[in-house]
C-alpha cells in the first residue's frame, strides 16, 4: 500500500511540476493534458518551446558615443548652446533615457545619399517637440540644413555642428 501510496505521490509531483513548466513557458495546457503520459508530455512542451523561441539580443543599449574633435572648446560650447546638452567637465554627459524612448541602429551602403558620403556616421537625438525645437534653433540663429521631412517613423530636420558634421533632430 505505501509503495501505491508513493507511486501516486510521485506521479501527481510529476504531473503539477510539468503543468507548472507548460504554464511558465506560456503554453496552453488544455492542449496538453490530452494524455498523462510524462515523456509525451515533456516532448510536447520542448517542441512548442523551440516554436517560440525569441531571438534575445546581448546589447542592452547604445553604451556611449565618442568622437574626436579638431577645436573641442567650440564643438561643446555648440552641442550645450544648441541642443542644450550640458558637457560637464570630463567633456561629455549622460543622456539617461526616458520612457518609450529608442535607440535606432543601423547601416547604410556607402553612396547612401541619407546623410553626406565623407561622414561615416551620423549623430540622431530624439527630442520632445520639434517646433519648439526649431523655434529654439531660429533664435540662435542655426539654419536648417535640409528641410523639416515626415514620415511614418516621425519629423526630422538637420542641422550642421561647428565642424560639419550633419545631425539629425527626430520627434517620434
Not at 99 to 110: K, Q, R, W, Y
Not at 137 to 145: D, K, M, N
Request: glycine share 6%; proline share 3%.
Amino acid at each position: 500500500m505505501c509503495k501505491l501510496v508513493g507511486s501516486l505521490v510521485f506521479y501527481f509531483v510529476c504531473y503539477v511540476m510539468i503543468d507548472v513548466f507548460c504554464f511558465l513557458a506560456i503554453i496552453p495546457l488544455f492542449k496538453l493534458k490530452k494524455e498523462l503520459n510524462i515523456t509525451s508530455r515533456i516532448s510536447n512542451v520542448l517542441e512548442k518551446l523551440k516554436e517560440r523561441q525569441v531571438l534575445i539580443t546581448m546589447i542592452k543599449g547604445i553604451g556611449g558615443i565618442f568622437w574626436r574633435t579638431k577645436n573641442l572648446d567650440v564643438v561643446k560650447k555648440w552641442y550645450s548652446e544648441v541642443l542644450k546638452i550640458e558637457i560637464d567637465n570630463w567633456n561629455g554627459t549622460v543622456i539617461t533615457p526616458q520612457l518609450g524612448n529608442e535607440t535606432i541602429f543601423s547601416f547604410f551602403t556607402e553612396n547612401d545619399s541619407y546623410f553626406p558620403a565623407e561622414q561615416q556616421v551620423m549623430l540622431n537625438f530624439q527630442v520632445h517637440n520639434l517646433d519648439e525645437m526649431i523655434m529654439h534653433l531660429e533664435q540662435i540663429g542655426v539654419p536648417l540644413v535640409k528641410e523639416r521631412e515626415v514620415s511614418e517613423f516621425g519629423k526630422f530636420i538637420w542641422v550642421e555642428d561647428p565642424e560639419g558634421r550633419l545631425v539629425e533632430l527626430w520627434e517620434k
